[in-house]
T-cell receptor, first 112, second 111 residues
Framework: DAGVTQSPTHLIKTRGQQVTLRCSPK?????VSWYQQALGQGPQFIFQ???????QRGNFPDRFSGHQFPNYSSELNVNALLLGDSALYLC???????????FGQGTRLTVV | QKEVEQDPGPLSVPEGAIVSLNCTYS??????FMWYRQYSRKGPELLMY????GNKEDGRFTAQVDKSSKYISLFIRDSQPSDSATYLC???????????FGTGTRLQVFP
C-alpha cells in the first residue's frame, strides 16, 4: 500500500504565476481534502472532494480551485500566486463517512 | 479566539519521562478528536483517534477527551528520542467534516 502520494515534493514559483499540485489517495479511499500549513502553524482546511465534486470549502479565495478525477486522485490549482501562498500543501485521504484522515508528505511551495 | 488552542512549546523532557500534551477548544459541537505526529518537513501521521468523551490507549500512547471541560490530552509513556516531533491535535464536528487543527506542540526528548 503506497499510502497518500503527492507531487511534486518541492516547487518554486514567481508571484503571479499559476501552480498545480497533485495527490493520489490511499488505496480504498474515495475522499480527498487539501490543507495549507504555514511555517509554525497547524494545517488550515482548503476544500474537500468526493465523487468529483467540491463538498466543503474553507476560508480561501477563489484563486484556489481543485478537481477530482474518476480514479479519486485530485489536483489543487492556485492562480495569481502571492508571496503569502508559500506554505506546505497537504493532501489527506479518507473514506466518505469515515473519520480517519491520512496525510501525504506534502508539497512545499515557495513563491518568490 | 481560535477554535482550538494548543501551547506551541517547545517542551523538552529527558528520555523515559511521561509527556502530557493538551488542547482546549471552544466549539461544543466537536465530536471527533485526533492526535497527529509531524516530523520536520513531513506530513502529519495519525497517532490516535477518539470519538466523543473517554480514554483510548495504544501502546505507549493514551488519549483522553473531556467534553465537559472542552479539553483533550495525549500522554506518552517512556518517551524516546524518536518521539521528538511536533504533535498536532485536530477535531471535527461530523465524521466527514473538515479537521480543525491546533498550532502544534514541539516536543524534544533528550537522551
Amino acid at each position: 500500500d503506497a499510502g497518500v502520494t503527492q507531487s511534486p515534493t518541492h516547487l518554486i514559483k514567481t508571484r503571479g504565476q499559476q501552480v498545480t499540485l497533485r495527490c493520489s489517495p490511499k488505496s480504498g479511499h474515495d475522499t480527498v481534502s487539501w490543507y495549507q500549513q504555514a511555517l509554525g502553524q497547524g494545517p488550515q482546511f482548503i476544500f474537500q472532494y468526493y465523487e468529483e465534486e467540491e463538498r466543503q470549502r474553507g476560508n480561501f479565495p477563489d484563486r484556489f480551485s481543485g478537481h477530482q478525477f474518476p480514479n479519486y486522485s485530485s489536483e489543487l490549482n492556485v492562480n495569481a500566486l502571492l508571496l503569502g501562498d508559500s506554505a506546505l500543501y497537504l493532501c489527506a485521504s479518507s473514506s466518505w463517512g469515515g473519520t480517519e484522515a491520512f496525510f501525504g508528505q506534502g508539497t512545499r511551495l515557495t513563491v518568490v | 479566539q481560535k477554535e482550538v488552542e494548543q501551547d506551541p512549546g517547545p517542551l523538552s523532557v529527558p528520555e523515559g519521562a511521561i509527556v502530557s500534551l493538551n488542547c482546549t477548544y471552544s466549539n461544543s459541537a466537536f465530536q471527533y478528536f485526533m492526535w497527529y505526529r509531524q516530523y520536520s518537513r513531513k506530513g502529519p501521521e495519525l497517532l490516535m483517534y477518539t470519538y466523543s468523551s473517554g480514554n483510548k490507549e495504544d501502546g505507549r500512547f493514551t488519549a483522553q477527551v473531556d467534553k465537559s471541560s472542552k479539553y483533550i490530552s495525549l500522554f506518552i509513556r517512556d518517551s524516546q528520542p524518536s518521539d521528538s516531533a511536533t504533535y498536532l491535535c485536530a477535531m471535527s464536528v461530523g465524521n466527514t467534516d473538515k479537521l480543525i487543527f491546533g498550532t502544534g506542540t514541539r516536543l524534544q526528548v533528550f537522551p
